[in-house]
């Protein structure tokens, strides 16, 4: 099975655009999504130095930019890639380049918002001189021990070993002079503690915005960085973007849902590399592909041939599906049954795993049309439990 993800900032650097901007089918593009942000991503991609694409409201926008038009040239047709990709992620800003490709909201859409928070995560980065620090190896609870210690936030938590701390200056400072026994630090160059408290204004920034949105259900499944559930509510995939700004990054449980699902292949948008490393290190066994120029693109959809398996989740027909969010047991509330009539927000079941509890609530109300798994069953993250006819106006 097919995973395709997305990187997050950091991942950018100075020229990557350039051998793809040669095509001009590409160029047009990209200058199309250039003047809905407002940005010329271009000229950014292509030439501007690193000082300059580091900057959080020009490095997001054109870190999404750069994905979607890229997936255009690997995908000519776009429901191609639902006949292909089984599931879909992206690692912090990335997360909206992944929910466009799966249909939730449009390129334009997603260009206003990635715009919009760059420009208020900069604006809130301002306020409080804050940074992040990568702390690789040592011991995972003796690292999250160190950081609360120094009052520091595991802003991501990339697997074992890889966990980026985030805070103000002085807290990393003192982390820096107390860090945990057998990790090396590594100070990044960002702009401030992403993923932490010290976002907040922006998290209310951005939700003012989505509130004019139109979404649409995920056409294939879609891995949420914040818990590594498959979400296919298209509100909820909206509402977990904006809450993500001042959340952790949890890419940990996301590649324990690759995992589950069974994924034998995981190819990473440009700029590519950072989380197919990351895969390699914890994901054995499993094939990636990191796809950075356009001179890749015949062995990258070789890749796509090789591990293509369709979304279950492609039609848009009359009844709507409810998913699993996660691996587990699947738990049929005593109250449903076949026909049973559902509420907004009712909970329709329980997914129970060695971890977690997890509810399954219906996102709007309507008929059940079909169960898919019956009481007791185990299910895989984003597997169809029940088909849903809505009822008028939802």
Same mark, same amino acid.
């Given at each position: 099975?097919?995973?395709?993800?997305?990187?997050?900032?950091?991942?950018?650097?100075?020229?990557?655009?350039?051998?793809?901007?040669?095509?001009?089918?590409?160029?047009?593009?990209?200058?199309?999504?250039?003047?809905?942000?407002?940005?010329?991503?271009?000229?950014?991609?292509?030439?501007?130095?690193?000082?300059?694409?580091?900057?959080?409201?020009?490095?997001?926008?054109?870190?999404?930019?750069?994905?979607?038009?890229?997936?255009?040239?690997?995908?000519?047709?776009?429901?191609?890639?639902?006949?292909?990709?089984?599931?879909?992620?992206?690692?912090?800003?990335?997360?909206?380049?992944?929910?466009?490709?799966?249909?939730?909201?449009?390129?334009?859409?997603?260009?206003?918002?990635?715009?919009?928070?760059?420009?208020?995560?900069?604006?809130?980065?301002?306020?409080?001189?804050?940074?992040?620090?990568?702390?690789?190896? %040592?011991?995972?609870?003796? *690292?999250? $021990? #160190?950081? /609360?210690?120094?009052?520091?936030?595991? =802003?991501? &938590?990339? %697997?074992?070993?890889?966990? *980026?701390? $985030? #805070?103000? /200056?002085?807290?990393?400072?003192?982390? =820096?002079? &107390?860090?945990?026994?057998?990790?090396?630090?590594?100070?990044?160059?960002?702009?401030?503690?992403?993923?932490?408290?010290?976002?907040?204004?922006?998290?209310?920034?951005?939700?003012?915005?989505?509130?004019?949105?139109?979404?649409?259900?995920?056409?294939?499944?879609?891995?949420?960085?914040?818990?590594?559930?498959?979400?296919?509510?298209?509100?909820?995939?909206?509402?977990?973007?904006?809450?993500?700004?001042?959340?952790?990054?949890?890419?940990?449980?996301?590649?324990?849902?690759?995992?589950?699902?069974?994924?034998?292949?995981?190819?990473?948008?440009?700029?590519?590399?950072?989380?197919?490393?990351?895969?390699?290190r914890n994901l054995k066994g499993v094939a990636t592909f990191a796809l950075k120029t356009p001179d890749q693109l015949d062995a990258?959809?070789?890749?796509?041939e090789q591990h293509a398996v369709a979304s279950e989740l492609t039609d848009s027909p009359t009844w709507r599906l409810l998913v699993a969010p996660a691996k587990g047991t699947f738990e049929i509330?005593?109250?449903?049954?076949?026909?049973?009539?559902?509420?907004?927000?009712?909970?329709?079941?329980?997914?129970?795993?060695?971890?977690?509890?997890?509810?399954?609530?219906?996102?709007?109300?309507?008929?059940?049309?079909?169960?898919?798994?019956?009481?007791?069953?185990?299910?895989?993250?984003?597997?169809?439990?029940?088909?849903?006819?809505?009822?008028?106006?939802?």
């Amino acid at each position: 099975m097919l995973v395709i993800v997305a990187p997050g900032q950091g991942a950018q650097t100075p020229g990557f655009l350039r051998p793809w901007l040669e095509d001009p089918v590409f160029a047009d593009r990209m200058h199309w999504l250039s003047t809905v942000a407002g940005i010329d991503l271009a000229q950014h991609g292509s030439e501007s130095d690193e000082a300059t694409i580091r900057d959080t409201a020009i490095a997001q926008p054109l870190l999404v930019a750069a994905g979607l038009v890229a997936a255009l040239q690997l995908f000519p047709h776009p429901a191609d890639a639902f006949g292909s990709v089984g599931a879909a992620s992206g690692h912090s800003v990335g997360e909206i380049t992944a929910a466009t490709g799966a249909g939730v909201i449009s390129a334009e859409q997603a260009m206003v918002l990635v715009r919009e928070r760059g420009r208020a995560m900069a604006a809130a980065a301002a306020r409080t001189p804050t940074s992040m620090t990568a702390v690789l190896g %040592g011991d995972r609870d003796e *690292v999250l $021990a #160190g950081l /609360e210690r120094h009052g520091l936030t595991a =802003a991501n &938590d990339n %697997g074992p070993g890889q966990i *980026v701390a $985030a #805070g103000t /200056e002085e807290q990393l400072a003192a982390l =820096a002079d &107390d860090p945990p026994p057998r990790a090396r630090l590594a100070p990044l160059s960002v702009a401030g503690a992403f993923h932490t408290e010290h976002m907040a204004s922006a998290v209310d920034s951005l939700a003012k915005l989505a509130r004019s949105v139109t979404v649409h259900d995920p056409r294939l499944r879609l891995i949420s960085n914040a818990d590594g559930q498959v979400v296919h509510d298209g509100t909820d995939v909206l509402r977990r973007i904006v809450g993500q700004v001042a959340r952790p990054v949890r890419w940990d449980q996301c590649l324990q849902t690759m995992s589950d699902l069974g994924a034998t292949g995981i190819l990473e948008m440009p700029p590519a590399g950072t989380l197919t490393s990351i895969a390699k290190r914890n994901l054995k066994g499993v094939a990636t592909f990191a796809l950075k120029t356009p001179d890749q693109l015949d062995a990258a959809q070789a890749f796509v041939e090789q591990h293509a398996v369709a979304s279950e989740l492609t039609d848009s027909p009359t009844w709507r599906l409810l998913v699993a969010p996660a691996k587990g047991t699947f738990e049929i509330s005593t109250s449903r049954g076949p026909d049973d009539r559902l509420q907004a927000k009712d909970r329709v079941g329980t997914v129970r795993s060695l971890r977690d509890e997890i509810p399954v609530i219906a996102p709007y109300g309507g008929h059940v049309v079909e169960w898919l798994v019956q009481d007791g069953d185990l299910v895989a993250p984003g597997q169809p439990l029940v088909r849903l006819h809505p009822e008028a106006g939802q």
